[in-house]
């Protein structure tokens, strides 16, 4: 017995143990680059959500002005992101890495930006003389200072998403980076919704009664608006300054790029991958935008603006309940599965909001004595939308640098800053649409910026704010879910040899010395 004891206890020990990864992070670094995410969002989510209640409610512009305005500066990024990418691919590493110190060197500027997007020109004297919206030098200062905030928000979100890829090479620790990454911006962007809508708006003297209940009407402040973008402006600088002392380069990267960009933009116009993930991107981040569109909605339908507080919490809830059980579940199921079978969820649940919001029958057996969609239904219908949506939000950045490991794979090039900047510029294609067509949508229901600033539920106008929130989404989460179904190809079956032939590459690089050294930082 005793020899069969000993014999067990030697076969145990001899077996192997499971190697660990060299680039294997924790949650220490993981939340150093959340902090990061959470920067990016007080500035993302502030202009994304109230820069145009500050332009037709604050500046009055005209809502068809402001969505060709929305159209004008962003073919600017046609341009723009593109450089951006190319000229930090082909950028020498710095002692502090490649990507890392743009966090530093980009922050004030951006804060700055934010800044002035919400300075209330209209409010100052020039010479006895004030901007009045016909004069044109209110939608000319607009165009300037968003171009410039445009521009800022490129030069640092590029290099900051393609430090996820050279953080780590770890596919769980990209997988924690993305979730971390997404808990930094349902920090970020939970800071500025939650108190926005408590801080940015004022009575106005008016009161609207619905049913039997009296609520006073808000009005977007312009002070109050600016005071509120100074507070995010400086917030953001913190937080990435933060983000950069808790961040570490590990994957080395070249000084000089010998990355034939033809190969590589070549390439991703042939991937099935990239294509997919790019049109996802455009989708996912136009419905992020949009959804600040809903401001409008509890502004002038619900006459409530402190809806839009719960409407927050009812989005992030979800993901807050299921962060934590992330990594393991795409241990086991695998990005695209969890994605593409749960973002039926969203979808479904988008299609039956737009039927029922804008059903009259629907409205009065659920709500007849107020005879608008009860707000109630409404917060649960975004929980529900949240819950679907949660891992394809939870994941997607993991996603991307997955497909630039696959072009890698397929092409023998690598290029983070270079397809991370046409995937930005996809997202930001999706915002531009989603801006102008929300834009668009505005003048079609008859939205004045003076009137609506001042009222609350207005007659017709009102029902076609309801109809945009609702059918707008419908369209989108049911795209998301067809793309990560059935046109993302990568499963985690597919990645496993993917995964395996970059870590190959890396130790062939690194025994050859093709990789420099990067300087230590003094």
Same mark, same amino acid.
């Not at 209330?120 to 003389?129: A, L, T, V």
């Not at 207005?458 to 046109?487: H, Q, R």
């Given at each position: 017995?005793?020899?069969?004891?000993?014999?067990?206890?030697? @076969?145990?020990?001899?077996?192997? @143990?499971?190697?660990?990864?060299?680039?294997?992070?924790?949650?220490?670094?993981?939340?150093?680059? !959340? +902090?990061?995410? @959470?920067?990016?969002?007080?500035?993302?989510?502030?202009?994304?959500?109230?820069?145009?209640?500050?332009?037709?409610?604050?500046?009055?512009?005209?809502? !068809?002005?402001?969505?060709? !305005?929305?159209?004008?500066?962003?073919?600017?990024?046609?341009?723009?992101?593109?450089?951006?990418?190319?000229?930090?691919?082909?950028?020498?590493?710095?002692?502090?890495?490649?990507?890392?110190?743009?966090?530093?060197?980009? /922050?004030?500027?951006?804060?700055?930006?934010?800044?002035?997007?919400?300075?209330?020109?209209?409010?100052?004297?020039?010479?006895?003389?004030?901007?009045?919206?016909?004069?044109?030098?209110?939608?000319?200062?607009?165009?300037?200072?968003?171009?410039?905030?445009?521009?800022?928000?490129?030069?640092?979100?590029?290099?900051?998403?393609?430090?996820?890829?050279?953080?780590?090479?770890?596919?769980?620790?990209?997988?924690?980076? *993305?979730?971390?990454?997404?808990?930094? *911006?349902?920090?970020?962007?939970?800071?500025?919704?939650?108190?926005?809508?408590?801080?940015?708006?004022?009575?106005?003297?008016?009161?609207?009664?619905?049913?039997?209940?009296?609520?006073?009407?808000?009005?977007?402040?312009?002070?109050?608006?600016?005071?509120?973008?100074?507070?995010?402006?400086?917030?953001?600088?913190?937080?990435?300054?933060?983000?950069?002392?808790?961040?570490?380069?590990?994957?080395?990267?070249?000084?000089?790029?010998?990355?034939?960009?033809?190969?590589?933009?070549?390439?991703?116009?042939?991937? &099935?991958?990239?294509?997919?993930?790019?049109?996802?991107?455009?989708?996912?981040?136009?419905?992020?935008?949009?959804?600040?569109?809903?401001?409008?909605?509890?502004?002038?339908?619900?006459?409530?603006?402190?809806?839009?507080?719960?409407?927050?919490?009812?989005?992030?809830?979800?993901?807050?309940?299921?962060?934590?059980? !992330? $990594?393991?579940?795409?241990?086991?199921?695998?990005?695209?599965?969890? /994605?593409?079978?749960?973002?039926?969820?969203?979808?479904?649940?988008?299609?039956?909001? @737009?039927?029922?919001?804008?059903?009259?029958?629907?409205?009065?057996?659920?709500?007849?004595?107020?005879?608008?969609? $009860?707000?109630?239904?409404?917060?649960?219908?975004?929980?529900?939308?949240?819950?679907?949506?949660?891992?394809?939000?939870?994941?997607?950045?993991?996603?991307?640098?997955?497909?630039?490991?696959?072009?890698?794979?397929?092409?023998?090039?690598?290029?983070?800053?270079?397809?991370?900047?046409?995937?930005?510029?996809?997202?930001?294609?999706?915002?531009?649409?989603?801006?102008?067509?929300?834009?668009?949508?505005?003048?079609?229901?008859?939205?004045?910026?003076?009137?609506?600033? &001042?009222?609350?539920?207005?007659?017709?106008?009102?029902?076609?704010?309801?109809?945009?929130?609702?059918?707008?989404?419908?369209?989108?989460?049911?795209?998301?879910?067809?793309?990560?179904?059935?046109?993302?190809?990568?499963?985690?079956?597919?990645?496993?040899?993917?995964?395996?032939?970059?870590?190959?590459?890396? *130790?062939?690089?690194? +025994?050859?010395?093709?990789?420099?050294?990067?300087?230590?930082?003094?």
């Amino acid at each position: 017995m005793a020899k069969k004891k000993n014999d067990a206890e030697t @076969a145990q020990t001899a077996m192997p @143990a499971e190697k660990e990864h060299p680039n294997k992070i924790g949650i220490k670094e993981a939340s150093g680059y !959340m +902090l990061g995410d @959470a920067a990016n969002l007080f500035n993302l989510t502030y202009i994304s959500s109230y820069l145009k209640v500050f332009m037709t409610d604050v500046f009055k512009l005209d809502a !068809m002005k402001v969505g060709i !305005m929305f159209i004008v500066t962003r073919l600017w990024d046609c341009i723009n992101d593109p450089l951006w990418g190319v000229y930090v691919e082909r950028k020498k590493p710095r002692p502090g890495g490649k990507y890392r110190p743009y966090l530093k060197t980009v /922050c004030v500027p951006l804060g700055i930006a934010t800044v002035l997007c919400f300075v209330p020109w209209n409010q100052f004297s020039f010479g006895g003389r004030t901007f009045s919206p016909d004069s044109g030098w209110l939608l000319l200062i607009s165009y300037v200072s968003y171009i410039f905030y445009g521009m800022m928000y490129t030069g640092m979100n590029i290099p900051f998403g393609s430090l996820a890829s050279v953080i780590t090479d770890d596919p769980k620790g990209r997988t924690l980076l *993305s979730t971390f990454r997404s808990i930094g *911006s349902g920090v970020g962007g939970g800071i500025v919704s939650l108190l926005a809508p408590l801080l940015i708006f004022i009575k106005t003297g008016e009161t609207y009664t619905i049913g039997n209940k009296t609520q006073f009407v808000k009005m977007a402040d312009g002070n109050r608006m600016f005071f509120f973008a100074l507070a995010m402006g400086i917030l953001s600088i913190v937080f990435y300054l933060w983000s950069y002392r808790s961040t570490k380069e590990r994957v080395e990267s070249a000084p000089e790029s010998k990355v034939d960009f033809k190969v590589v933009y070549g390439g991703m116009l042939k991937s &099935r991958p990239f294509i997919t993930v790019a049109l996802a991107g455009l989708l996912i981040s136009g419905q992020l935008q949009f959804n600040s569109y809903n401001t409008y909605l509890y502004k002038n339908y619900f006459v409530n603006t402190n809806l839009s507080i719960i409407g927050t919490i009812c989005n992030y809830l979800p993901m807050v309940v299921l962060i934590l059980f !992330m $990594p393991k579940l795409v241990e086991k199921f695998g990005k695209k599965e969890l /994605c593409g079978n749960t973002s039926v969820i969203a979808a479904a649940t988008a299609v039956l909001l @737009a039927i029922g919001a804008n059903s009259e029958k629907f409205i009065n057996l659920v709500n007849p004595s107020k005879g608008i969609f $009860p707000s109630w239904l409404f917060m649960t219908a975004l929980m529900l939308i949240g819950f679907g949506y949660t891992f394809v939000s939870l994941t997607c950045w993991a996603v991307v640098m997955d497909v630039i490991d696959y072009q890698e794979y397929k092409t023998g090039q690598r290029s983070e800053s270079a397809i991370y900047a046409v995937y930005t510029f996809s997202r930001k294609l999706g915002q531009t649409i989603a801006d102008a067509s929300g834009m668009f949508l505005l003048k079609w229901a008859h939205y004045d910026g003076t009137e609506m600033a &001042r009222k609350g539920f207005v007659p017709g106008v009102s029902e076609k704010l309801m109809f945009i929130c609702t059918i707008i989404p419908a369209i989108v989460y049911t795209g998301v879910w067809l793309l990560m179904k059935f046109g993302y190809p990568l499963t985690k079956e597919k990645l496993e040899p993917i995964y395996a032939f970059v870590r190959e590459k890396r *130790s062939e690089d690194e +025994l050859e010395g093709v990789a420099p050294e990067i300087i230590p930082e003094q």
